[in-house]
């Protein structure tokens, strides 16, 4: 299961049926999960956590989640900020998790490819 | 922790006044621990997020965490902040004010107290987190982020402005209704903090200031066209502390009529930042080197002066129309009057209004060349700037050079580098003017 800008995020939630749709097509691209959507504090921390990212302990309780790969795209600050959180939140669900930061070039497939072997030969 | 000898970052300032800031800084971190002992409210804050009076108004004490972080590398007393928040998961091609200010929360939770030494007295704990995405994203995010470190109320509002090839006449009032109901909903959340009510008269005051300081500080600039030069680029980032960090009060008005008093007399006498003024420099965009600003006096020991920078201060006064008669919609009118300040002239003519605004500047300043500082962890002033250099070339021939480090992170940054580089533009400015 993906949690992608480019993935789920993209297409996973549908647009409310409003009275007027362009209120509906408004919300679903304004709720959308990008980190850049920030969504409201809410009152304690733990809570706040799980405001954001309770969709993502949906998709981990269905789809039977061992392990999660964090790839952050060098340069996404909004994203690049989310990380520390969202591993905080991942490994108080227990998950091992693997967070990587990488940029466009191909030039470090070969260090990706060890630290991904590395990681599913730890969680098999 | 013992204290470090003090590594000298800072530039041999041109004016007078300009000395009299560090007083303010002090100011700035001393009045929050004073109104936290007092019990009053003091909150994070970011600059130019259009939202400076209403803070003010609401007698809130605003706490600058950028500014904080500018002056950690002026000190260079940035490395234990930034090496904490990259230890907690934070990138290090993160906002480098960001990781500083993530990392001396993280610090001053984990102590309990205040990290020892740190500069000007530290940062208080604060009472909430005013967050906007005026300038960057991260400025909209990074309190949520610290949210790991203090669980105090945060507020963050969207500051918006239309892009270039837009009918402003058609899109204007959609703006200003955006951006009046951002302000409002801070408004609101500053009276659920402070558990009393805007003073519409007071908004109104401290609008006033900030307009009439901003105003000065415009004027000041206007002076800086004469040659020689009587303020120097290195001044702007020390003065830039009444407009950003005092706006809305009495403070910042009386700072920039001082100013406003010497660089005139200066311009008037003919008395230039250096005796013999050679090559005037423009400062072409980029957040400052806070942790090298001496970089500027050896600049200037080749007869370079920067005279005028594209930075900390982003547009000039405007005009609301009178019938604005609500002050948070006032706010909404200045701030959508000051994004667009150029975009007509843009239109007509280089289509970017960053390139019109130094065009502008090179006649204005009579400029030799344009430095610009790339800076490794800020998106928001370094994206584009070499798309802007190439337009510019389009319009002049005059030298330009772009330097690359970080705001604050010293590990971006190459003494011999520069030089090398300085060494290299100052020659080719002085095969121009030969």
């Known amino acids: 299961m993906d949690d992608l800008c480019t993935g789920t995020r993209f297409f996973w939630d549908d647009v409310p049926e409003t009275a007027d749709p362009l209120d509906g097509i408004a919300g679903r691209y304004l709720h959308t999960h990008c980190p850049r959507t920030n969504v409201p504090q809410t009152e304690t921390r733990e809570k706040d956590l799980e405001n954001r990212y309770g969709y993502i302990r949906r998709f981990v309780k269905e789809w039977n989640v061992d392990g999660v790969i964090f790839y952050i795209v060098r340069y996404c600050d909004t994203c690049e900020l989310e990380g520390p959180d969202l591993r905080e939140y991942l490994t108080g669900m227990k998950l091992p998790v693997l967070m990587i930061e990488d940029d466009y070039s191909t030039s470090t497939i070969g260090q990706l490819r060890t630290r991904v072997q590395a990681f599913l030969e730890m969680i098999a | ?110 102590l309990g107290g205040m990290p020892e030494n740190a500069p000007d007295g530290g940062m208080p704990a604060p009472d909430m987190m005013l967050g906007s995405s005026a300038v960057c994203d991260p400025r909209f995010k990074w309190y949520q982020a610290a949210g790991r470190y203090l669980e105090v109320p945060t507020y963050s509002i969207d500051v918006v402005g239309p892009p270039v090839y837009t009918d402003l006449s058609e ?83 009386d700072f920039y009529q001082g100013l406003y008093d010497e660089v005139k007399h200066k311009a008037e006498h003919k008395i230039g930042v250096i005796p013999a003024e050679k090559h005037r420099i423009l400062y072409g965009g980029g957040l400052p080197p806070w942790h090298t600003l001496w970089i500027f006096n050896y600049f200037e020991s080749f007869g370079a002066v920067f005279v005028i920078e594209n930075v900390y201060r982003a547009y000039d006064p405007v005009e609301v129309p009178h019938h604005v008669k609500d002050p948070v919609e006032y706010l909404a009118w200045r701030a959508f009057l000051r994004f667009t300040q150029r975009h007509e002239k843009a239109r007509a003519n280089s289509g970017n209004p960053t390139v019109e605004r130094l065009l502008g500047m090179i006649d204005d300043y009579r400029i030799d060349g344009v430095v610009f500082h790339a800076c490794r962890s800020c998106r928001a002033t370094t994206i584009g700037q070499v798309h802007i250099k190439n337009i510019l070339s389009q319009f002049t021939d005059i030298p330009k050079m772009q330097l690359v480090s970080d705001m604050v992170d010293l590990r971006d940054y190459s003494e011999a580098h520069w030089k090398a580089q300085i060494g290299a533009f100052i020659e080719s400015l002085s095969a121009r003017n030969a």
């Not at chain 2, 041999?12 to 109104?35: N, P």
């Not at chain 2, 019990?39 to 007698?59: H, L, N, P, T, W």
């Not at chain 2, 415009?218 to 680029?233: C, G, H, I, K």
């Open chain 2, 1 to 110: 922790m013992e204290e470090k000898e003090q590594v000298r970052t800072t530039a041999v300032k041109g004016t007078d006044t300009a000395r009299k800031v560090r007083a303010l800084v002090k100011d700035i971190y001393r009045t929050a621990h004073e109104a936290k002992a007092q019990g009053k409210k003091v909150a994070y804050f970011m600059v130019a997020s259009q939202y400076d009076e209403i803070v003010r108004a609401m007698d809130v004490v605003p706490l600058p965490t950028e500014n904080y972080a500018g002056l950690c590398a002026a000190k260079r007393d940035m490395d234990r902040f930034l090496l904490k928040a990259e230890a907690e998961g934070y990138s290090q091609v993160l906002c480098s004010y960001a990781r500083i200010g993530l990392g001396f929360d993280s610090v001053r939770k984990e």
């Open chain 2, 171 to 253: 899109v204007r009032d959609y703006y200003i209704r955006y951006q009046k109901e951002q302000l409002q909903g801070l408004v609101s959340f500053l009276e659920a903090q402070t558990g009393r009510k805007m003073d519409g008269e007071r908004l109104w005051e401290a609008i006033r200031l900030g307009d009439e300081a901003w105003r000065l500080w415009y004027e000041v600039d206007r002076l800086r066209t004469a040659a020689p030069s009587p303020m120097p680029t290195q001044d702007h980032f020390s003065v830039m502390v009444a407009g950003h960090f005092y706006a809305g009060t009495q403070t910042a008005v």
